[in-house]
């Protein structure tokens, strides 16, 4: 027989009188429920006579196993009595153990008001606690509450710490994107509160999420930030230089971006390093030196790893559908698709995908292949609408109006229902 875990409590004034009404409902007798328990006759008259005021937590926990009791009834019963730290945090572990959310925050919060500790002590001990915790949906909500806790109670410090751990958290959920935003802008605002690596963290993370979202300017600002405290040699560190790179590509800033590659060469980034000639053909590309940057583009392509080929394939593309190479195009539809294996939590990647269908539903419109073209942009929606990127999807819905009024075609039914469904798609995220 198992414990139960999510049935709904019963209510019992006392451990004692909860045990006793299992053990007779179970048709046990004490002497059976030692024997099958493991728990001496002794130990379990007196839980059930109330002898015991607070018997032992694992004890009665050795008790529920055959009887089936509820953990949710034992842990509310000593939460109401029990005021001692040690023991409630005992409770706190038995209830992430069985994975109630709710009991969780319940119980913790008790702690937080445990009368035989400083409530400083408490909070250390909590958030502590809660970065040990492995289940992400108990962890986040003990964050939460930590937040909330010291929001009320004047804690700056573990509010700084409560906001930075649930934005690391909810940055990779691609649905709350925006809000994840605003933790990391809130949290932010008590950054003097965190020690240095922590600080560090929040430049960093903040400064990718940002990229991310096409908030260039954040990403920059904060990835400097970042690199003015971070005194170490390491990987993260130099992906954001890279993010810093790439933000100033897409504010079309190059001046900038020559500048930083310069200074990022120098100080030894390997991972700009290694894409110097990639940011050269960008440079090429968009000042419109396309003879030039193709070939650059085509061997960045071809040295290219499977996490980066899409973005790198999207600036071919699009470099030669401006010089009108149909037949170099057609080869990237044939051959480009079957590299599309990506780690589908980053949102940097739906962008790509959807970068990538948007040109291709350009080009099949740009040789009259309607039908493929309207598709090619319904996928490129999909992509965009994953991250609720609103203005790709404008993009693509203008190109798609554009290219039917120039060809004096009316969009059918099908299509308009397609359209319909992204957008409701959209607005339930």
């Known amino acids: 027989m198992e414990m139960g875990i999510n049935e709904?409590?019963?209510?019992?004034?006392?451990?004692?009188?909860?045990?006793?009404?299992?053990?007779?409902?179970?048709?046990?007798?004490?002497?059976?429920?030692?024997?099958?328990?493991?728990?001496?006759k002794g130990v379990i008259s007196m839980i059930e006579s109330g002898d015991t005021k607070r018997p032992g937590l694992r004890t009665v926990l050795q008790l529920a196993k055959p009887l089936t009791i509820p953990i949710a009834a034992i842990i509310e019963l000593y939460t109401e009595v029990e005021h001692r730290a040690d023991t409630l945090q005992e409770l706190l572990s038995v209830a992430v153990e069985v994975a109630d959310v709710q009991t969780v925050v319940?119980?913790?919060?008790?702690?937080?008001?445990?009368?035989?500790?400083?409530?400083?002590?408490?909070?250390?001990?909590?958030?502590?606690?809660?970065?040990s915790?492995?289940?992400?949906?108990?962890?986040l909500a003990l964050y939460k509450l930590i937040v909330r806790f010291a929001r009320e109670h004047g804690m700056q410090k573990y509010l700084a710490k409560g906001l930075l751990q649930q934005f690391l958290i909810e940055m990779n959920d691609l649905k709350r994107m925006e809000e994840a935003f605003l933790l990391g802008v809130e949290a932010l605002h008590y950054a003097d509160f965190l020690h240095q690596g922590e600080r560090i963290t929040l430049y960093y993370q903040m400064a990718f999420h940002s990229h991310d979202m096409k908030k260039y300017e954040t990403c920059i600002e904060l990835g400097k930030k970042g690199h003015d405290e971070d005194t170490t040699r390491n990987e993260t560190k130099e992906r954001v230089a890279l993010a810093i790179c790439n933000s100033f590509v897409f504010m079309g800033n190059y001046s900038a971006l020559e500048e930083h590659l310069a200074l990022y060469v120098e100080l030894g980034y390997g991972f700009i390093t290694e894409r110097v000639k990639y940011f050269q053909a960008i440079i090429l590309s968009k000042k419109g030196r396309y003879a030039e940057a193709i070939p650059l583009l085509k061997e960045c392509v071809n040295e290219a790893t499977r996490n980066n080929r899409l973005h790198r394939v999207n600036y071919l593309f699009d470099a030669l559908f401006s010089m009108n190479d149909s037949d170099e195009i057609e080869t990237i539809l044939e051959q480009e698709e079957q590299h599309f294996a990506f780690d589908f939590i980053n949102p940097y990647n739906f962008h790509e995908l959807g970068t990538y269908y948007k040109l291709k539903g350009s080009f099949l419109m740009s040789q009259n292949r309607f039908d493929d073209g309207i598709e090619a942009y319904l996928q490129s929606m999909h992509y965009f609408g994953e991250i609720n990127?609103?203005?790709?999807?404008?993009?693509?819905?203008?190109d798609l109006y554009a290219f039917h009024y120039e060809k004096g075609r009316f969009l059918d039914l099908e299509?308009?229902?397609?359209?319909?469904?992204?957008?409701?798609?959209?607005?339930?995220r």
């Open 8 to 40: 709904a409590p019963l209510l019992y004034s006392t451990i004692g009188e909860l045990v006793q009404k299992y053990r007779i409902q179970a048709d046990l007798s004490i002497s059976e429920l030692a024997r099958i328990s493991g728990i001496s």
């Open 389 to 398: 990127d609103l203005k790709g999807i404008l993009a693509c819905t203008e």
């Open 415 to 428: 299509v308009l229902g397609k359209l319909r469904n992204i957008c409701n798609n959209i607005n339930q």
């Open 133 to 139: 915790v492995a289940d992400t949906e108990i962890k």
């Open 106 to 131: 319940k119980v913790a919060m008790r702690f937080l008001h445990s009368p035989r500790m400083e409530t400083l002590e408490l909070m250390e001990r909590l958030f502590a606690f809660s970065c």
